[in-house]
Structure formats: structure tokens, C-alpha cells
T-cell receptor
Framework: KNQVEQSPQSLIILEGKNCTLQ??????????LRWYKQDTGRGPVSLTI???SENTKSNGRYTATLDADTKQSSLHITASQLSDSASYIC??????????????WGLGTSLAVNP | GAVVSQHPSRVICKSGTSVKIECRSL??????MFWYRQFPKKSLMLMAT?????????EQGVEKDKFLINHASLTLSTLTVTSAHPEDSSFYIC?????????????FGPGTRLTVT
């Protein structure tokens, strides 16, 4: 069964600190892996999209890595800000999924950045 | 970047009534839109795929007669929750596809909080 598991489930850090969120998946083969940020009561916002052949992608203070051999991805947040408090969701697109209908969603990591 | 809007952002309705939620792609055309619902601390659950000019494709377990979807134009899809019940209370999110460089980029709306009393 295709699954996406994220860890930790929740995380509290101090403003200015770095953190790394983990995503393990069993989806194989896959087309791409995405990280989304979802603020409470809002829709997800895309942070990065990596195809199966990419190893890393950055978007400002967010850097995602992908190891297709071990089926692991991480999202590193540098110099955290209070506005980074949100849920971070890992999503994998199975190969041949077409138009996003068959996305496999993780449950997300809830990040709280405290002053 | 591409923007997707939803209206209303919050709605409270009484049991037995119907409520319509609109999803619009503001600066791009979307032949395909998606409707999700999300329960607290749960991941998004795909309800249906909305295709412009054709019938929506519903996921298993989603009642098409209860959740009516109309994709009347390339920028508008609507979800109507008919004969609403308290268990329909949820966070409904739409998204639209934008075809990019070999990847279907997906843009999400801000969501609609539905409360059925």
C-alpha cells in the first residue's frame, strides 16, 4: 500500500533556530515529491517540488532533499521565524498518476516557533 | 503566482439546507479542479475531480448526489452540499491544476469552513 509517513508529528523550536522535518514513503515508482506549508484554517501552499531525479531544491529558507534509494525526504528550515508556525505536509505523486488525482498525502508535521 | 480563491471562507447553515461553495482560478485557466475535505489534524481527503465541460469524477465513498459539483467554465467550479447534516461540518478546500514544465503544479484555495447546526 502506498504510504507517506512524516516525523516528528509535532515540533516546538525557538525563533531563529533551524529544524529538519522527515518524510518516509513507500510509493514506488513515483513522479515527484512535494512539500506544502499549511497555516491553520488555510489551504496548503507549495514550498518545493522535486522530481524523482532531483536530490535537493531550495525556496528561500526552505531546503528539501530527496533520496530516492532510501525513499526519504527532508525539509530543512533555516533561521526560523514566528510565521513558520504551520503544518508541513509531504506529498508523493505515484508514477503515471496523471493530473494530481492520485496524490499520496502525509499527515504533516505541526511546527510551532516560539519567541 | 497563480491564485485560487474560494467563497465563502466561512458558512454556517442549518441541517437540511444546501450550501454552495465557489472555487475560482483568478489569473489562469484550469481545465481540472479538485475538491478536498479536511478534518482536524488529518490530511486532505480528495472528494472529487472537477472537469470543465464534463461530469465530475467522485472518489469512492463520496455521494455524488449529496456533493454536487459543477465546473461551468475554465475558471469556476462549485461544490454544493445538499441537505446538509452536522457530520458534513468540515473544512473544504479546492485546488486547480496549472500545467508547468512537465509537472502539474497544483494551487490551493484558502478553504471554506462549513458548520452545520
Amino acid at each position: 500500500k502506498n504510504q507517506v509517513e512524516q516525523s516528528p508529528q509535532s515540533l516546538i523550536i525557538l525563533e531563529g533556530k533551524n529544524c529538519t522535518l522527515q518524510c518516509n514513503y513507500t510509493v514506488s515508482p513515483f513522479s515527484n515529491l512535494r512539500w506544502y506549508k499549511q497555516d491553520t484554517g488555510r489551504g496548503p501552499v507549495s514550498l518545493t517540488i522535486m522530481t524523482f531525479s532531483e536530490n535537493t531544491k531550495s525556496n528561500g529558507r526552505y531546503t528539501a532533499t530527496l533520496d530516492a534509494d532510501t525513499k526519504q525526504s527532508s525539509l530543512h528550515i533555516t533561521a526560523s521565524q514566528l510565521s513558520d508556525s504551520a503544518s508541513y505536509i509531504c506529498v508523493v505523486t505515484p508514477y503515471g498518476a496523471g493530473n494530481n488525482r492520485k496524490l499520496i498525502w502525509g499527515l504533516g508535521t505541526s511546527l510551532a516557533v516560539n519567541p | 503566482g497563480a491564485v485560487v480563491s474560494q467563497h465563502p471562507s466561512r458558512v454556517i447553515c442549518k441541517s437540511g439546507t444546501s450550501v454552495k461553495i465557489e472555487c475560482r482560478s483568478l489569473d489562469f485557466q484550469a481545465t481540472t479542479m479538485f475538491w478536498y475535505r479536511q478534518f482536524p489534524k488529518k490530511s486532505l481527503m480528495l472528494m472529487a475531480t472537477s472537469n470543465e465541460g464534463s461530469k465530475a469524477t467522485y472518489e469512492q465513498g463520496v455521494e455524488k448526489d449529496k456533493f454536487l459539483i459543477n465546473h461551468a467554465s475554465l475558471t469556476l467550479s462549485t461544490l454544493t452540499v445538499t441537505s446538509a447534516h452536522p457530520e458534513d461540518s468540515s473544512f473544504y478546500i479546492c485546488s486547480a491544476n496549472l500545467i508547468g514544465t512537465g509537472t502539474y503544479e497544483q494551487y490551493f484555495g484558502p478553504g471554506t469552513r462549513l458548520t452545520v447546526t
